[in-house]
C-alpha cells in the first residue's frame, strides 16, 4: 500500500476519534464540539506524521530532532487550551474542555506514531471520564467544568 494512503488513513483515524470525544463535549453543552476536537487530533496527528517523515531524504535528515515538533505541539495546544479556562462570578469553567483539547492532541500523536490501538481505548477511558463520572460525580458546589 502506498506510504501516502497509510497517513492519510492516520489523519482519518484522528478526525474521528477526537470527533467522538468532540460529541461528547457538544451533548454536555460546551464550545469545544467535534469540529474543534477532531482538528486539534487531527493536526496533532499531521504534525507528528511530518516531525518522523517530513524530513527524511533530505539533506537536514541528519541533524533534524523529531521530537522539537511534537513537544511543540504540546506547548501550543496546552496555549489553546489555557484560553478556554474562564474564572468568573467565583466559578471556574473550561478546566475539563481545557484538558479534552490537550489529551486529544495527545491522541493524535498517538495515531501519528502507529499506536492506533493506544489512542481508541485511551478515548474510550477519555469517554467513560467525561460521560460517566460527569453523570456520577456532582460538581463541587459554586464551581463548574
Not at 494512503?5 to 484522528?14: G, K, N
Not at 481545557?98 to 474510550?124: D, E, F, Q
Amino acid at each position: 500500500m502506498n506510504q501516502e494512503l497509510i497517513y492519510i488513513a492516520q489523519i482519518a483515524l484522528a478526525l474521528l476519534l477526537g470527533g467522538v470525544v468532540g460529541f461528547e463535549r457538544r451533548a454536555d453543552k460546551k464550545e469545544a464540539g467535534p469540529r474543534t476536537l477532531g482538528l486539534v487530533t487531527m493536526g496533532s496527528t499531521l504534525f507528528t506524521l511530518i516531525s518522523l517523515y517530513g524530513f527524511s531524504g533530505h539533506e537536514l535528515q541528519s541533524g533534524v530532532d523529531v521530537s522539537r515538533i511534537m513537544s511543540q505541539i504540546v506547548v501550543g495546544v496546552g496555549f489553546l487550551g489555557a484560553g478556554m479556562i474562564v474564572f468568573r462570578d467565583d466559578k471556574i469553567r473550561g478546566l475539563t474542555t481545557s484538558a479534552s483539547v490537550w489529551l486529544c492532541a495527545a491522541i493524535g500523536m498517538a495515531v501519528g506514531v502507529g499506536w492506533y490501538w493506544t489512542a481508541i481505548v485511551s478515548t474510550a477511558l477519555v469517554m467513560i471520564v467525561l460521560y460517566l463520572l460527569g453523570h456520577l460525580i456532582p460538581p463541587v458546589q459554586g464551581k463548574e467544568d
